[in-house]
């Protein structure tokens, strides 16, 4: 049975393992683990397990379940065995840092450090091994008017009928490319929302450039139930394809949608608009643990580098599923339970032999789970201007407000990087901390320069991954040597009273 | 904007959002409740004032910043309601020191 | 020879001494590394301070105040040429003592720093502060702590917006037609026929004058010109808020609010450069103080903390200097580059054009480092 942690103060100071989300790769870590006698602690942010595929799964009803399809559904019975595992649970806690161990507050036994935060108060715990399966977002969409109240990402809109059972009660457009726009297309249809138009933005190319990778698509699990999921909505819905440019209207919130192709433009009236263009590993955590990285041209989007076992740069630090690279649910539990098992051989509770056997099983599960994605990386990659806006008035960071132009003049001016365009405008200096203008600002800047976004580079992100209030920070451990760094000297209670 | 599902069946919940009495379903965050109230619109922005409402669901964009309980920028989508929950639009920045 | 000038370095230091020999009529040219050089200047604090500097080196606290009397007219300078607004305040500044020992500390260093001799010149603000007790600490500043147990305030004293400074200075060089070079290692320094060679991976750049404005680079760089640069780790760590609602609008220390909201806080110095990590037990420390300081602050939020390395001489006061061997070559190398970007953008730039540096500076050649220690 699962030990939930309720606070802070109930957590160990140190575990074998840290695994930081409860998605079906991290669910998949921390079972296997914990199987070989590991000390565990899964640490989520949210109300339940199951990361966002499967949010909310365990407490489904029968009509949930049918509504959200067999996919779904699946992850009951991954959240059921975690539950049964020996290893502790401490949801709603944020996990703010992870590195390797202060060299003055560790304790010599355990390499790695975690800074998580629970119900208000922050600790630091030690951990031999971190496995970060952290997941992905979904990849910005900037273009004019992205930002007003009654646009929001397809995602939310999946979230919301998971968790509360919300759907959109009124005109409802989605707009975007990728698998997840036609699959939540097809769920809110079946919900009974009034679908006005599915607003295709694949660029019309991408048919061409996918073809040399069908053969092994078709052959895979995806084949059949893409090919539903696209007739199902194109008999039930308006969809609009080879679209070029798309602006958002409304005063104070959206209310419709132009939508141009080529010279012609139609608008579309709405109350809600649902975005979607792929998504890309949700990165802020293990680039601010240390890790390398590199950017994957058919993701349009960086990826930490790790070997077959999940492995990063950070020694002790692995990462598995869709925070190393998009794979999906199925092959994000296989890759979290290599990731488990190879934690468990390095803390020596499994033999080489066994070890071994398991891995090649899994490896092969992995491929087989893979098989047809680089045709859908292909088919759905976003386009150029839809990542990238032409309209220099578009928004590119939500939280400080800057715009396309401001970036292209600060690019300009010859920076050398995105850590310096941020310094120059504050773009990605807000409360999200670059993860809804990262991959703006380095594709702008490597179109500008003629370069990959891979030698532009990404935000260098540091702790807190999330904002922690200065009162949880001020409570953490303190030390004699941190005094002096900072106020000059130590004040003993005799210094005050000599004071005096 | 958003309706309940016929099928759901959780028991409700009382919080109020700026100083009206609003019902969410028990599990609601408290970002999905102001959404099913039909609030869309949940902060301004600290730099121009321009209002903005939930976008992610998620945590990850703090697009539904809200003053729960008095406390400032909390991430709405992150919270779930409870009952007697006092939320608020998040006007602007935070002002500090003025939690309740 | 493609410039009149080559400045070596894009950090705050280098980009203000470019702007101002552009001024004097120089083609210039500015060579830096790539984004994740180690940059002082996008880690730095943004106080133009001068009021506690220069304890045992006279020079330096007038070189420091002459500074901060001409931020005035670079702050006017940059806005006219670029529209960009650096923020520049000088309401006074108050360094918060937060025990009766801090206190005594604190009063007992400025009578020392204020007693020197040669601490006054024409044309240099006179020194002015204030010992605040713990009632008129309160008094002038409401929201301190209770504990809080004084203050020295000084007039001299202010803030800037340290980003915009920088982005200014940029804007302003591109507007000038300074070329900004960026990705551009100096490996090789070569001295030819009366004029330098630079060289890095694949490129070669020739100027009649070098500046050597690469902060903790100048070590590697300066031997390369008969030079000798000698620097000392120190690690910073700053901790930066949400933005917030305005509360503090004069600088401390080691806290205060920028024009847009948010609050930095920051003032450890570790003696190593092992890493450019954040370590918790100084943002603890940090977060602590900054509590005590201004409890209200207890509920905002920490977005970003961040640890850099200062450019530190043994004894912290700045090197400016030319080559002996090597004319046209100058190093500089100091901290506060903010404080001194005003006389680094306008009264240093007419010395390297003139191609002699005053006698003033004199007192700050690394050469007061080679005097073999007395017996």
Redesign the interface.
């Given at each position: 049975m699962i030990q939930n942690v309720q606070s802070a103060a109930d957590l160990a100071p140190a575990y074998d393992l840290v695994v930081v989300g409860a998605g079906p790769a991290g669910l998949s870590a921390a079972i296997e683990a914990s199987t070989h006698g590991l000390a565990v602690l899964l640490a989520d942010e949210n109300e339940s397990p199951g990361g966002q595929i499967y949010r909310s799964v365990d407490r489904a009803s029968d009509a949930d379940l049918t509504r959200m399809g067999p996919d779904y559904a699946a992850g009951r019975r991954l959240i059921e065995r975690f539950r049964s595992a020996d290893l502790s649970y401490a949801r709603r806690a944020t996990v703010w840092s992870v590195?390797?161990a202060?060299?003055?507050?560790g304790d010599g036994a355990h390499a790695l450090?975690v800074?998580i935060s629970l119900g208000g108060i922050a600790r630091?715990i030690a951990a031999d091994r971190v496995i970060l399966a952290t997941g992905a977002l979904e990849r910005p969409f900037p273009f004019p008017g992205w930002t007003m109240p009654g646009v929001m990402a397809a995602g939310a809109a999946q979230i919301l009928v998971k968790s509360s059972g919300l759907v959109p009660s009124g005109r409802t457009i989605l707009a975007g490319t990728g698998p997840l726009l036609y699959l939540l297309a097809s769920q809110l249809l079946r919900a009974g929302v009034s679908v006005t138009a599915v607003v295709d933005t694949t660029p019309v190319e991408n048919c061409r450039l996918a073809l040399p990778h069908l053969l092994s698509f078709a052959t895979s699990p995806y084949a059949l139930k893409g090919l539903k999921l696209l007739l199902d909505v194109h008999r039930r819905t308006r969809v609009i394809r080879g679209v070029t440019a798309i602006e958002a209207f409304g005063s104070g919130q959206f209310s419709a949608l132009r939508v141009r192709r080529g010279k012609k433009s139609l608008h579309i009236q709405g109350d809600l608009l649902l975005l979607h263009q792929g998504i890309a590993p949700n990165l802020n955590l293990t680039l601010a643990a240390?890790c390398d990285y590199v950017w994957d041209e058919r993701l349009a989007a960086f990826r930490p580098t790790v070997d077959v076992c999940g492995a990063s740069s950070v020694p002790g630090v692995s990462i598995a599923g869709d925070a190393a690279g998009i794979v999906g649910a199925v092959a994000s539990a296989l890759q979290g339970e290599l990731a488990g098992l190879t934690a468990a051989l390095d803390l020596n509770r499994l033999g080489q032999g066994a070890y071994q056997q398991r891995r090649n099983q899994l490896s092969r599960e992995l491929a087989l789970a893979l098989r047809g994605r680089t045709f859908i990386e292909h088919r759905f990659r976003p386009g150029k201007t839809f990542r990238v806006p032409e309209d220099d008035g578009t928004i590119a960071c939500r939280c400080e407000e800057i715009t396309v132009g401001k970036l292209r003049e600060?690019a300009?001016?010859?920076?050398?990087?995105?850590?310096?365009m941020k310094?120059?405008?504050?773009c990605g200096?807000?409360?999200c901390?670059g993860r809804l203008c990262g991959l703006t600002a380095v594709e702008l800047l490597a179109q500008y320069r003629d370069v990959s976004p891979g030698e532009?580079?990404y935000y260098?992100l540091?702790?807190?991954i999330k904002?922690?209030?200065?009162?949880e920070?001020?409570?953490?451990?303190?030390?004699e040597?941190?005094?002096v760094?900072?106020?000059g000297?130590v004040?003993r209670a005799a210094?005050?009273a000599?004071?005096? | 904007m958003f309706r309940r599902l016929s099928d759901r069946k959780e028991s409700s919940v009382s919080f109020t959002f700026n100083g009206v009495p609003t019902m969410a379903s028990q599990g609601d965050s408290v970002a999905a409740a102001l959404l099913a109230a039909g609030h869309c619109s949940t902060r301004r922005t600290?730099v121009s004032g321009a209002a903005r409402g939930p976008y992610c669901m998620m945590g990850v964009c703090f697009e539904c910043l809200v003053k729960i309980d008095g406390?400032?920028?909390r991430q709405g989508c992150m919270t779930t309601v409870v009952t007697g929950m006092r939320v608020e639009t998040q006007d602007?920045?935070?002002?500090?020191?003025q939690?309740e | 020879m493609d410039y009149d000038v080559i400045v070596i370095g894009?950090g705050l230091v280098g980009v203000s001494i470019a702007w101002g020999l552009s001024k004097c009529g120089q083609r210039v040219a500015i060579v830096?590394?790539?984004?994740?050089?180690n940059r002082a200047?996008?880690a730095n604090f943004g106080l133009v301070w001068s009021s506690s500097k220069g304890l045992g080196n006279a020079a330096y606290s007038r070189w420091s105040r002459t500074s901060t009397a001409n931020w005035h007219q670079l702050a006017a300078e940059l806005k006219g040429e670029t529209g960009i607004d650096t923020g520049f305040v000088q309401s006074g500044g108050f360094s918060i003592r937060?025990?009766?020992?801090?206190?005594?500390?604190g009063i007992a260093s400025m009578a020392k720093l204020a007693g020197q001799p040669g601490m006054d010149a024409e044309g240099t603000p006179p020194l002015e502060y204030e010992i605040l007790d713990q009632a008129e600490t309160r008094r002038r500043l409401p929201?301190v702590g209770e504990t809080v147990a004084g203050a020295i305030f000084s007039p001299l004293d202010g803030h800037a917006n340290p980003?915009r400074l920088?982005?200014g200075f940029?804007?302003a060089l591109?507007q000038r037609g300074v070329h900004?070079?960026?990705?551009r290692k100096t490996t090789a320094i070569r001295h030819r026929a009366g004029a330098f060679e630079l060289a890095g991976d694949g490129w070669r750049l020739g100027a009649g004058k070098i500046v050597l404005a690469a902060g903790i680079g100048n070590t590697a760089l300066a031997p390369m010109v008969g030079l000798n640069v000698p620097l000392s780790p120190s690690r910073g760590q700053i901790?930066v808020?949400?933005?917030?609602?305005p509360?503090l609008s004069h600088a401390t220390g080691y806290l205060r609010q920028t024009d847009?909201?948010s609050v930095l806080?920051g003032?450890?110095?570790?003696a190593t450069i092992d890493h450019q990590?954040?370590?918790?037990?100084?943002?603890?420390?940090?977060?602590?103080?900054?509590?005590r300081t201004?409890?209200?602050?207890?509920?905002?939020?920490?977005?970003?903390?961040?640890a850099a390395f200062r450019v530190v001489t043994p004894d912290g006061y700045p090197i400016y200097e030319q080559s002996e061997r090597f004319p046209g070559a100058f190093a500089f190398a100091c901290h506060s580059g903010v404080t001194l970007a005003a006389n680094h953008a306008l009264v240093l730039p007419r010395q390297i054009s003139a191609g002699a540096l005053s006698e003033d500076l004199s007192v700050f050649h690394s050469r007061r480092f080679h005097v073999p220690a007395a017996v």
């Open positions: 590195g390797p202060d060299e003055e507050t450090e800074g630091p240390g600060v300009a001016l010859g920076v050398p990087g995105p850590n310096q310094a120059f405008t504050r200096m807000g409360p901390q532009v580079g260098r540091r702790p807190p904002p922690v209030t200065l009162g920070l001020a409570a953490l451990p303190h030390t040597i941190a005094i760094a900072v106020a000297f004040e210094d005050g000599q004071g005096k | 600290p406390r400032p920028n602007g920045a935070a002002m500090p020191g939690e | 894009g830096d590394e790539g984004d994740l050089a200047a996008r937060l025990t009766p020992t801090e206190l005594e500390r929201l980003l920088f982005a940029h804007k591109q900004y070079l960026p990705h901790i808020t949400e933005r917030l609602k509360f847009e909201g806080i003032e450890s110095k570790e990590r954040p370590r918790g037990p100084i943002t603890a420390v940090l977060a602590e103080r900054a509590l201004f409890p209200l602050l207890r509920e905002a939020k920490a977005v970003r903390i961040w």
